[in-house]
């Protein structure tokens, strides 16, 4: 990794759509060394995939929660059936497990808190829980999907 792959994945995580042209066009490179160096950081997964953003609020999906569960169980059978569970509710968003008191932070987008209700209800029945609190988002102070690129070696 070097000034120019990083100048590349900056101009991506803005705009995937860019062309191979515009793209080598901003980061100052010929066409076809930037589709070189674009094909091997695919090839080595630095870049994983290109997607579309959406609009949550345009798709009726306007409350972010952030779910901490907590769990009493910790074995192999339980792990395999949470997994499945969280993976099978297209709501859940985001699956983290974590240190300290929360064993995973689960964030979710929901139309409202119906929609929360119906998602915990969905997620309760698929697997035992300890402790389940939610948080929900009043104001999305900073949100991004552009990762700092300063730490690459």
């Given at each position: 990794m070097d000034d120019r792959d990083n100048a590349i994945l900056r101009e991506l995580q803005r705009d995937a759509s860019l062309s191979i042209e515009d793209l080598a066009s901003r980061?100052?490179?010929s066409r076809n060394a930037c589709w070189r160096r674009?094909?091997?950081l695919e090839?080595?997964?630095v870049i994983r995939a290109r997607v579309a953003l959406l609009d949550p609020a345009k798709?009726?999906?306007?409350l972010t929660a952030f779910i901490a569960i907590r769990t009493s169980a910790h074995d192999q059978t339980w792990l395999d059936r949470f997994s499945a569970a969280v993976k099978d509710i297209p709501e859940i968003t985001g699956v983290y497990r974590t240190t300290g008191e929360t064993d995973y932070?689960?964030?979710?987008v929901v139309p409202d808190m119906q929609g929360y209700d119906r998602l915990y209800k969905r997620l309760i029945?698929?697997?035992p829980l300890t402790d389940v609190s939610s948080f929900f988002v009043m104001e999305k102070v900073k949100e991004t999907t552009e990762l700092p690129l300063g730490y690459a070696a």
């Open positions: 980061v100052n490179l674009v094909k091997q090839d080595t997964g798709l009726n999906l306007g932070m689960l964030q979710a029945a698929k697997v």
